[in-house]
């Protein structure tokens, strides 16, 4: 379907708006993300409390949770049982309301079709998901919140979220998250080329007057 759409694209440009969608399909792609985190212990407890459990599992728990996520692939489950991965899982009685995952070591990134090294002292936040039901009750803040609080404050906490979405930035600024660099990467002829750059930490955005 989706293959289709860009025929049909094609179709409606006029010939210079098809030669750059072609140039940018098939002769040079990027795909870049900005880098937000923040040390353990500079986490901001989320302003909004909830009345839920949150536990932190293990890998004989990861195929429960699995079943509710619809971020999670198999490709991603295999990469976190060899590592050292944590699923955040947040639980109403016995409903899964969310989940988020952290994880270290070569970590395969799907956006960038990659590998990305994150440390023994790092913790990367990936494939975080809120059932449609418990949206807008600040989960997310309350999961990465939780997991702060389970490991030493020096250790960094970071994601990589498209600078786009600014609902997810928002959400990140607020329990202490900052910018601090991009990862990326580019494609000419087919080829990939990754690049990584840390940056001076970005002061968070400031709300509308």
Not at 15 to 32: G, H, I, N
Not at 94 to 103: D, F, P, Q, Y
Not at 150 to 155: E, L
Not at 185 to 204: D, I, K, N
């Amino acid at each position: 379907m989706a293959e289709e759409s860009k025929v049909d694209q094609l179709r409606a440009a006029g010939p210079r708006q098809a030669a750059t969608l072609v140039f940018r399909k098939a002769v040079y792609r990027k795909v870049e993300m900005g880098r937000w985190g923040a040390k353990a212990g500079d986490h901001v407890a989320p302003s909004r409390t909830v009345d839920l459990r949150t536990e932190l599992l293990g890998p004989d728990a990861y195929d429960a949770v699995a079943d509710t996520n619809p971020h999670l692939s198999d490709v991603d489950l295999d990469h976190f049982h060899r590592q050292d991965t944590i699923c955040i899982t947040v639980y109403d009685g016995e409903r899964i309301a969310s989940s988020s995952w952290m994880t270290r070591g070569e970590v395969w990134h799907h956006e960038l079709q990659r590998h990305i090294a994150v440390p023994d002292d790092e913790h990367f936040s990936c494939r975080s998901y809120v059932d449609p039901d418990y949206r807008g009750r600040s989960l997310f803040s309350h999961m990465v919140y939780s997991y702060a609080r389970s490991v030493p404050a020096d250790d960094l906490i970071w994601g990589l979220v498209y600078e786009w979405n600014l609902a997810s930035v928002l959400s990140l600024e607020r329990i202490g998250w900052r910018h601090s660099g991009v990862e990326s990467s580019t494609y000419l002829f087919g080829r990939q080329r990754a690049h990584s750059a840390r940056t001076p930490e970005r002061p968070p955005h400031q709300p509308p007057s």
